[in-house]
DNA sequence: CTCCAGGGATCAG
DNA sequence: CTGATCCATGGA
């Protein structure tokens, strides 16, 4: 992608981005870090940095933004230099069943997140609700992190919460993830998970050495590799996602999650992580329709 | 009050 | 291997 990005005063702004729209990709539950400011701003942890964004008219504005931090983290975390538009054509054209949810979704990115805060997030989304995990990512922050405005604070790293322990976990209301939480923590600082050795691993070893995490299933481990890996092949199925399929390919029908893992393989290949995002906002779509009546 | 959440561990068969 | 139950917590 052609990126052109001029400085104004502090500010940075960007022109001319396709396929790329801010809120659906912070909405749409792969990021828990983050403020909504209005439709078009929001404001962002990530990277030990933060970032407050707007996106109106077509430009996209980061404030007080230096260009090194645009080439060196931005450019990565929202996945700019990667062509939407081939990815998009290729989904629809394996199913044309989403064409008009990714037409209305068309400026979906996945995120490249950080491993550690992308771990702990996802460990802590099981069996529970949206709200709820960006309101626990919040309190380790401000617990354990770095402040970086009046109301907002980098997630720690594993060394900053070397001494944090179960009961610590539990304090902050996490529940019977408490746990899972410090499996997490003691093995990434003993070596025994780590990212670059995930990264480079092909996609089944990958997943085998995350779930031996207490608290990482297959579905938790896919979150990770998809938005924390760069491995776009994964394909996580939570409940959302097997209803969804169930109804547009088997016919309302119940299937095993290894059934419909086999279809997501065969059907949309390395282009699975994308495919997965929209089918995500197709299934909530629907769930929303059902929930107002 | 009950039900459920971007699931996984554990146990029964 | 598949299926049922339990797990903390909070909001609907």
Redesign the pocket.
Request: proline share 8%; hydrophobic share 30%.
């Given at each position: 992608m052609i990126m052109n990005a001029e400085k104004k005063g502090k500010d940075l702004i960007i022109k001319e981005l396709k396929d790329f729209d801010l809120a659906q990709t912070m909405e749409?539950?792969?990021c828990f870090h983050f403020v909504r400011v209005d439709d078009e701003e929001y404001e962002i942890s990530a990277y030990g940095k933060f970032l407050r964004v707007r996106q109106e008219k077509g430009k996209l504005v980061l404030f007080d933004t230096p260009k090194k931090d645009l080439e060196n983290i931005w450019k990565g975390y929202f996945d700019l230099e990667r062509d939407y538009g081939k990815i998009k054509r290729f989904i629809v054209k394996r199913s044309p069943e989403l064409k008009d949810i990714v037409k209305k979704n068309n400026g979906i990115r996945i995120l490249n997140q950080e491993f550690f805060e992308t771990l702990m997030s996802f460990i802590i989304?099981?069996?529970?609700?949206?709200?709820?995990?960006k309101s626990l990512v919040a309190s380790i922050s401000e617990k354990w992190g770095n402040r970086l405005t009046d109301t907002m604070y980098s997630f720690p790293d594993a060394k900053q919460i070397e001494k944090v322990c179960e009961d610590d976990f539990?304090d902050l209301?996490t529940?019977?993830r408490a746990a899972y939480l410090c499996d997490a923590v003691k093995k990434v600082l003993s070596g025994d998970i780590e990212d670059n050795k995930l990264k480079t691993a092909p996609l089944k070893e990958c997943e085998d050495m995350l779930?031996d995490i207490?608290?990482?299933?297959?579905?938790?481990?896919n979150?990770i590799m998809l938005f924390s890996l760069g491995k776009r092949e994964a394909f996580?199925?939570?409940?959302?996602?097997k209803r969804i399929m169930e109804e547009l390919y088997f016919g309302g029908k119940e299937q095993?999650l290894?059934t419909i893992s086999d279809l997501a393989k065969e059907k949309f290949g390395e282009y699975g992580g994308y495919a997965?995002?929209y089918l995500?906002a197709y299934a909530r779509e629907q769930g929303a329709v059902k929930n107002n009546g």
């Open positions: 749409c539950g792969q989304s099981q069996n529970n609700r949206i709200p709820r995990i539990r209301k529940g019977f779930c207490k608290g990482v299933g297959p579905k938790v481990a979150c996580p199925i939570d409940v959302w996602m095993s290894k997965q995002q995500f």
